[in-house]
């Protein structure tokens, strides 16, 4: 099997897994996830934050982003765009967001961000102990986080999306931390 298929069995897999987390369990994992998160970004003083905005059943980080938009925070969101591109835009708020391709919102006439990160939040579908993730496979972070090779780069799963071994392709990149949420259940 091709690393590419093993990729797209990988996705499938944890897609699934993912829909079945009960909505009780995964909101007390995406409450834990976000404090451990806001308290890593006050210990190391970030002031520039890249972030992705929720869609489906990623984890919730929409109460972190509050917080931070209320400390006065850069926050920069990413739209989607042809050729593995994101643009990066300026977030105000949380009540002025647009549809965008693949399910995904933006800020509404968002300003453009081109400065430099001090953080930047990525999600994925799945993750190993050398901190190699899986995407949903259009190579969008990776491009850029490529491009912004002094930002701290830090992954959100839950715990069941933990693999001994992310198959890799030349062009994957390694994060510098995972945040998974601590096991809460007894089940």
């Known amino acids: 099997m091709t690393v590419r298929e093993q990729k797209k069995n990988l996705r499938k897999l944890m897609l699934l897994e993912r829909a079945k987390l009960p909505e009780l369990e995964k909101e007390k994992y995406d409450q ?3 404090g451990d998160l806001l308290n890593t970004i006050e210990e190391n003083q970030f002031k520039t934050i890249h972030c992705y905005l929720p869609m489906g059943t990623e984890i919730n980080i929409f109460p972190l982003i509050e917080v931070l938009l209320e400390k006065g925070l850069t926050v920069a969101t990413p739209k989607t765009l042809p050729k593995r591109t994101l643009k990066n835009l300026v977030l105000k708020s949380l009540a002025e967001l647009e549809k965008g391709v693949f399910g995904t919102v ?32 259009g190579g969008y972070y990776d491009s850029f986080m490529l491009n912004h090779p002094t930002a701290k780069k830090i992954g959100l799963f ?22 998974v949420g601590e096991k809460i259940f007894d089940n």
């Open 32 to 34: 834990w996830i976000c």
């Open 106 to 137: 933006h800020p509404a006439g968002g300003k453009e961000f081109k400065g430099e990160y001090d953080l930047i939040i990525v999600p994925g579908l799945s993750f190993d102990s050398n901190n190699y993730r899986l995407g949903y496979g």
């Open 158 to 179: 839950y715990p069941f999306q933990k693999v001994d071994k992310i198959p890799l392709e030349h062009h994957d990149l390694k994060l510098d931390e995972i945040i």
